[in-house]
Nanobody, 116 residues
Framework: QVQLVESGGGLVQAGGSLRLSCVAS????????MGWFRQAPGKEREFVAT????????AYADSVKGRFTISRDNAKNTMWLQMNNLRPEDTAEYFC?????????WGQGTQVTVSS
């Protein structure tokens, strides 16, 4: 069983930046596809970004493209989401997830709140 722990959330003004981290408890992380998802109050969980095991393939939701950057360091069992030019509509609980082919493992989430 792999545990994923997110950190880095907080309260920021619109236009500001935050960097989320996701640390995995196992080196099997290096073989996992990883992703970030978010869920705003009253809304369904939505995809934000994904990165392949070696970082060679990356994809973003249209809503964050050009503002967010996903990255990983397999030597550190860590994935990041750099979020720039944040908007109030980015307010949500952010979750990291990973697995061999599907997102089998999920973190507990970290709250991001963007004030206008």
């Amino acid at each position: 069983q792999v545990q994923l722990v997110e950190s880095g959330g907080g309260l920021v003004q619109a236009g500001g930046s935050l960097r989320l981290s996701c640390v995995a408890s196992s080196r099997t992380f290096s073989g996992y596809v990883m992703g970030w998802f978010r869920q705003a109050p009253g809304k369904e969980r939505e995809f934000v970004a994904t990165i392949s095991w070696n970082g060679g393939d990356i994809a973003y939701a249209d809503s964050v493209k050009g503002r967010f950057t996903i990255s990983r360091d397999n030597a550190k069992n860590t994935m990041w989401l750099q979020m720039n030019n944040l908007r109030p509509e980015d307010t949500a609980e952010y979750f990291c997830a990973g697995g061999r082919q599907e997102y089998d493992y999920w973190g507990q989430g970290t709250q991001v709140t963007v004030s206008s």
